[in-house]
């Protein structure tokens, strides 16, 4: 059964300050991986891809992939309390379906 | 530009009914995929399609059962619902793999059976 292992959380961070949120998966074949924002009660929301070992930064956000390690982060610079919000990883498999994690709860304490 | 949409958006059923959720994808979008999501865990596949053709399956019953239509809507049925069946349901649509390829979801069906 492929996996994909999120700590639960959660994580509490003070305002400004740097989140950082770790994955890791089963699957060495996998290829495409994603990171989600879910508010309570929403849909999760598509915050950023990577599909190439290294890093990927979008605004204040910054993805990184290391195949070897079957490792992928998410670093969250100067956290808002709005960035409040369990933080999903998701690995594609097969091409067509997402593998979750349970999802990481994020607290930004103002 | 519309999103992905789906209705309805709540539903409340009893044991044993059927029932069926509805998903638009995104425009110009081909595949869609469904997705269980219970209470404190990760969304569950459930199906893919992709140009009116079931690409994959997840590990749920028979009860489970989806189509997609020639303008790439689609629908997934639910027979014989068990109180178990209670998550929200979620419906994604994703296009050509290009640097900003990923699965956008649409803002879910909460089923409750009861």
């Known amino acids: 059964q492929k996996e994909v292992e999120q700590n639960s959380g959660p994580l509490s961070v003070p305002e400004g300050a740097i989140a950082s949120l770790n994955c890791t998966y089963s699957d060495r074949g996998s290829q495409s991986f994603f990171w989600y924002r879910q508010y309570s009660g929403k849909s999760p929301e598509l915050i950023m891809s990577i599909y190439s070992n290294g890093d990927k930064e979008d605004g204040r956000f910054t993805a990184q992939l290391n195949k070897a390690s079957q490792y992928v982060s998410l670093l969250i610079r100067d956290s808002q309390p709005s960035d409040s919000a369990t933080y999903l990883c998701?690995?594609?498999?097969?091409?067509?379906?997402?593998?979750f994690g349970s999802g990481t709860r994020l607290l930004v304490r103002p | 530009d519309a999103g992905v949409t789906q209705s309805p958006t709540h539903l409340i059923k009893t044991r044993g009914q059927h029932v069926t959720l509805r998903c638009s994808p995104i425009?110009?979008?081909?595949?869609v995929s469904w997705y269980q999501q219970v209470l404190g865990q990760g969304p569950q596949f459930i199906f893919q399609?992709?140009?009116?053709?079931?690409?994959g399956r997840g590990n749920f019953p028979d009860r489970f059962s989806a189509r997609q239509f020639p303008n790439y809507s689609s629908e997934l049925n639910v027979n014989a619902l068990l109180l178990g069946d209670s998550a929200l349901y979620l419906c994604?649509?994703?296009?050509?793999?290009?640097?900003?390829?990923?699965?956008?979801f649409g803002s879910g069906t909460r089923l409750t059976v009861v």
């Open positions: 399609y992709y140009e009116k053709e079931e690409r």
């Open positions: 425009s110009g979008h081909k595949s």
């Open positions: 994604a649509s994703s296009g050509n793999r290009d640097r900003n390829y990923g699965y956008t």
């Open positions: 998701a690995v594609e498999e097969s091409s067509y379906k997402l593998i």
